[in-house]
């Protein structure tokens, strides 16, 4: 349940990114249609999130540090771009035209993300403050 909760969770923020962010497209034609592509993206998302990641990380671990965690911005915004390539590939009508679009979209998804979040799973925040 708490792994549909998340796909729903993310497919909405990925949504918004669309509205806000000029350069992230959705050409799904109908309601239905957005819907299903949305969470077929974050789920492409999610898979290349919880496989790249943690590669990433401990590759790039002294960059990390160096610039104390801000390269995550970049390597959000790289994993968020390969999202699209990857819906191009697998012929989903969702694309992101650029790296500038990518980073912000990335970083709104992850906002986004995190007030929503907030506001459906409030036990497990709670849960985390008290540990």
Same mark, same amino acid.
């Given at each position: ?26 050409h799904a034609h109908n309601t239905t249609d957005k819907i299903l592509t949305l969470i077929?993206? @974050? %789920?492409?998302? #999610? &898979?290349?999130?919880? /496989? +790249?990641?943690? $590669? ?49 979209? @990335? %970083?709104?998804? #992850? &906002?986004?993300?995190? /007030? +929503?979040?907030? $506001?459906?799973?409030?036990?497990d925040h709670k849960g985390k403050r008290n540990r």
């Amino acid at each position: 349940m708490r792994f549909l909760i998340k796909l729903v969770i993310t497919a909405a923020a990925v949504w918004v990114a669309t509205i806000i962010v000029p350069g992230i497209h959705l050409h799904a034609h109908n309601t239905t249609d957005k819907i299903l592509t949305l969470i077929v993206v @974050a %789920l492409i998302f #999610g &898979v290349i999130n919880a /496989v +790249l990641k943690p $590669i990433a990380k401990t590759l790039g671990c002294l960059a990390y540090a160096v610039t104390f965690g801000l390269i995550s911005i970049v390597v959000n915004g790289l994993l968020f771009w390969l999202t699209s390539y990857v819906a191009g590939k697998l012929k989903i009508p969702f694309h992101i035209t650029g790296f500038g679009p990518a980073v912000l979209g @990335a %970083l709104l998804v #992850g &906002v986004v993300g995190w /007030v +929503l979040s907030l $506001i459906l799973e409030p036990d497990d925040h709670k849960g985390k403050r008290n540990r």
